[in-house]
């Protein structure tokens, strides 16, 4: 199981959109050199994230906000924002020998559990918030802070 980049990428774009917020112009070109990627990739991200309803962005300084507290966003509503493959964690093989009793039994045998292993996967994104990530960042910007 492969979860993007796109995720975690997500996660820090909106850590740092609210982070950065009334400090400094917050747009797809500083994201991108917060995360070290092409502001290209973040405003195809930015738009997933406004579709989800969890951004807005408009034309000229300061364009991105939030529209909920990052302690009201779970790790699932990223998740579903950004992945495109997340229907099935799991792939069958497709071409089995039915010749074979295990061939012929195996995805039957599997598809439950995996399912039931997606669904606890699911469940636990949804106990993950996105505010629990950003008051991690302070401290750790704190502690930078301290020691200098």
């Known amino acids: 199981m492969q979860i ?10 909106l850590v ?15 994201l991108a050199d917060s995360i070290g990627s092409n502001p290209v ?3 195809t991200l930015m738009s997933d994230l406004k579709r989800a309803g969890l951004i807005d962005t408009k034309r000229g300084p300061g ?7 990052l302690d009201q966003v779970t790790f699932y509503d990223v998740y579903v924002a950004v992945e495109k493959n ?17 061939g012929r039994n195996i995805h039957h045998a599997l598809s439950d559990k995996l399912f039931k292993i997606q669904r ?19 401290k750790a910007i704190a502690g ?5």
């Open 41 to 43: 990739i973040i405003r």
């Open 63 to 69: 364009s991105i906000k939030l529209l909920k507290p």
């Open 86 to 102: 997340k229907d099935e964690l799991f792939n069958f093989h497709e071409h089995v020998n039915l010749n074979c009793p295990v």
């Open 16 to 30: 740092a959109i609210d982070y950065f917020n009334g400090k400094e112009t917050v747009n797809s070109s500083m």
């Open 120 to 138: 606890d996967f699911e469940d636990d994104l949804k106990r993950q918030n996105v505010g629990d990530v950003e008051a991690d960042v302070i």
């Open 144 to 148: 930078e802070s301290v020691g200098q």
């Open 4 to 13: 993007s980049t796109k995720f975690t990428i997500a996660i820090h774009m």
